[in-house]
């Protein structure tokens, strides 16, 4: 079956300007992760949805960043007002409810200049 | 201390040997461990998952866990240059809103020809 996707796969923008980034997890799965991974680093949590619980906000670095989940399906990351430091792979991953391995789509790769 | 050490290396293995990666976790309530595999430039690709102190073998990989020593390793048999990748630790815990995985910083491996 088709796994997580990811769009746009590649995102260059402007300091200062806000971008989209969105998530399509693998059909069935209730539980959507969001990272952040910046050049030879690791994987830095963002945020965590499971059904329709209240999101797990706890890794997200600044107000500016904000996710939002529709139909228990979509997920939307949304960067206001980027900054140099925001440049990084942006990687979603998805899991079935009761179980904890994650799947991950290929990841949004953003540029701020 | 971290939640989950690796040794970030490279590791670097001849082809044909055995290679051997290690990880250690803080949450002694950890149940479930999962290595994931991630290629440069690619995302996390998940190859193992254990549940149970001992041994598991799959192939050519075998994950052992000793919960009492709070310690989980990965051997890889027969090393080939195709497994040069960073593999990532990740031990489910109870961490912010509720029980999810916890990634190491991985451990970069080398096969050498």
């Known amino acids: 079956g088709a796994g997580v996707s990811q769009s746009p796969s590649n995102k260059v923008t402007e300091k200062g300007k806000d971008v989209e980034l969105r998530c399509d997890p693998i059909?069935?799965?209730?539980?959507l992760y969001w990272y952040r991974q910046s050049l030879g680093q690791g994987l830095e949590f963002l945020i965590y949805?499971?059904?329709?619980?209240?999101?797990?906000k706890s890794g997200l670095p600044s107000d500016r960043f904000s996710a939002e989940r529709t139909g228990g399906s979509v997920s939307t990351l949304t960067i206001q007002r980027t900054q140099q430091e925001d440049s990084a792979v942006y990687l979603c991953?998805?899991?079935?409810?009761?179980?904890?391995?994650?799947?991950f789509g290929p990841g949004t790769r953003l540029t701020v200049t | 201390q971290k939640e989950v050490e690796q040794n970030s290396g490279p590791l670097s293995v001849p082809e044909g040997a055995i290679a051997s990666l290690n990880c250690t976790y803080s949450d002694r309530g950890s149940q479930s461990f999962f290595w994931y595999r991630q290629y440069s430039g690619k995302s996390p690709e998940l190859i193992m998952f254990i549940y149970s102190n001992g041994d598991k073998e799959d192939g050519r990989f075998t994950a052992q866990l000793n919960k009492a020593s709070q310690y989980v390793s990965l051997l890889i048999r027969d090393s080939q240059p195709s497994d040069s990748a960073t593999y990532l630790c990740?031990?489910?815990?109870?961490?912010?809103?509720?029980?999810?995985?916890?990634f190491g910083t991985g451990t970069q491996l080398k096969v050498e020809l």
């Open positions: 991953a998805s899991s079935l409810r009761g179980r904890y391995e994650q799947y």
């Open positions: 990740a031990p489910e815990g109870l961490t912010g809103g509720g029980n999810k995985l916890t």
């Open positions: 949805f499971q059904g329709n619980s209240a999101p797990d």
């Open positions: 059909s069935g799965h209730t539980a």
